[in-house]
């Protein structure tokens, strides 16, 4: 098996045992719903919720190890907990709160990767919202690849629905004006 989905694969089976809610979002999700592309690394959201995310962090810490000294304080003021599988995978652990978050977690499903090997990932709409929402230069390419690959089958108005409050709450507008644009020109919004 590829070290990348090995790694993913006992991540995930740490959530599974410990009835934690997750799913697999960045690189590996774009495997499924994009333009497959190199990707060293697995993104996560583990939904902790605010005020519980010790817990998790003191679980994770035991199974995996950290990939800068004091993880936990910086996941604790970040959110994020950065770690590392044996086999040099890093890992982004995501430590979800915001309801969107939620969502994501519960409208994820298997995407079956190989024998042995099924990963929970968000679905293709909640990747688009992730990747507008980050709005770096490849993330647009890639909202780009999921909606020329994906098209009639994408829910827009679901889009739309979750990003334009997280586009407002980080104050730039121009996020949801740019998805417009792609989805105009690459997707359903651009079809008579």
Same mark, same amino acid.
């Given at each position: 098996?590829i ?5 993913a694969? #006992?991540?995930?089976?740490l959530c599974?045992?410990? $009835?934690?809610?997750?799913c /697999?979002? =960045?690189g ?5 719903? %994009? #333009?497959p $592309?190199?990707? &060293? &690394?697995?993104d996560?959201?583990? /939904?902790?919720d605010f005020?519980a995310?010790?817990? /998790?962090?003191d679980v @994770?810490?035991?199974?995996?190890? #950290?990939r800068?000294?004091n ?5 604790? $003021? ?6 590392? +599988?044996?086999? =040099?995978i890093?890992? !982004? ?10 969502r994501? *977690? ?9 024998d042995g090997? !099924? ?6 709409e !909640?990747l688009?919202? +992730?990747k507008?929402?980050?709005a770096?230069g490849? !993330?647009? *390419? &890639?909202?780009e ?8 089958k994408?829910?827009? &108005?679901?889009i739309i629905?979750?990003l #334009?409050?997280l586009?407002a @709450? ?7 004006a740019? @998805? ?6 690459? =997707?359903? @919004? %651009?079809?008579?």
């Amino acid at each position: 098996m590829i070290p990348l989905f090995r790694a993913a694969l #006992e991540l995930q089976e740490l959530c599974l045992r410990n $009835r934690w809610p997750f799913c /697999f979002i =960045g690189g590996l999700a774009l495997q499924r719903w %994009g #333009e497959p $592309r190199y990707t &060293d &690394d697995v993104d996560i959201t583990l /939904f902790t919720d605010f005020g519980a995310e010790k817990q /998790f962090i003191d679980v @994770l810490l035991k199974a995996f190890p #950290e990939r800068m000294p004091n993880a936990a304080a910086f996941a604790l $003021r970040a959110r994020v907990l950065l770690l590392r +599988h044996p086999n =040099g995978i890093p890992f !982004d652990i995501a430590l979800g709160g915001l309801p969107f978050e939620a969502r994501t *977690v519960e409208r994820s499903s298997l995407w079956h990767v190989t024998d042995g090997c !099924d990963l929970r990932t968000c679905c293709a709409e !909640d990747l688009i919202v +992730h990747k507008s929402f980050a709005a770096r230069g490849q !993330d647009w *390419v &890639d909202v780009e690849h999921i909606i020329q690959r994906q098209g009639e089958k994408l829910n827009t &108005d679901l889009i739309i629905e979750e990003l #334009e409050p997280l586009a407002a @709450l980080k104050e730039q507008p121009e996020i949801l004006a740019q @998805l417009r644009r792609l989805l105009q020109t690459y =997707g359903p @919004l %651009g079809k008579p």
